[in-house]
């Protein structure tokens, strides 16, 4: 993929940024763990694209196994870690509502796209890559005409081959790794 400064990165972060948790939701930054070489993928990512987004999905606060006060500490946490180490994200949008309960703004639904386009107008979403670990994530980013690049993590090929992705990486890095 050949990029330049006028391209957008939006990134999922349970699965892509982090550790995803099996049957739990991250609820604090002592459960909060980098996935290996995201934060050089990011780096990396950071010079390469104009802006960095994550659009995520957190409905642990709307089933009430966490706080908002705990997400935005995770979320001070991750983005101090990132700058740290010469990355930049530039904004966070989240959606703490629970699935099910049809919210414009829980993802494959565009909401939190919406408010980062009105926050940086200049996004144009045929310039615009979606990173994520899910097929909710393909849904978002196909409804916008982004490019849908899907995070294996592992998972087998008969998992993804109908996932409506455009790219298919196993990590962050490997995915920073193609970018020219």
């Given amino acids: 993929m ?9 990134l999922d972060r ?41 659009i995520t999905n957190q409905q642990g606060i709307g089933k009430g196994a966490m706080r908002m006060e705990d997400l935005n500490k995770i979320h001070e946490y991750m983005m101090a ?3 740290a180490h010469g990355g930049e994200i530039h904004k966070i949008y989240f ?7 049809f919210s414009e703004n829980r993802k494959p639904e565009i909401g939190m796209a919406m408010m980062a ?19 909710t994530d393909m849904e978002f980013a196909k409804k916008l005409g982004m490019i849908a690049v899907f995070i294996s993590n592992g998972k087998e090929a008969k998992f993804y081959t ?7 990486f196993n990590t962050l890095k490997e995915f920073s790794e193609s970018i020219q």
């Fill in 14 to 54: 349970d699965g892509v940024i982090n550790n995803k948790l099996r049957y739990d939701y991250v609820k604090s930054v002592a459960e909060f763990e980098f996935l290996p070489g995201v934060k050089d993928a990011l780096k990396k990512l950071s010079g390469i694209f104009v802006r960095v987004i994550v």
């Fill in 95 to 101: 959606c703490p509502d629970l699935a099910g309960t």
């Fill in 162 to 168: 109908n996932c409506l992705c455009d790219y298919v």
């Fill in 117 to 135: 386009k009105k926050d940086f107008p200049e996004i144009d979403f045929e310039k615009t890559i979606m990173v994520g670990d899910s097929k």
């Fill in 81 to 83: 870690e990132f700058k």
């Fill in 2 to 10: 050949k990029i330049d400064k006028s391209w957008t990165l939006f």
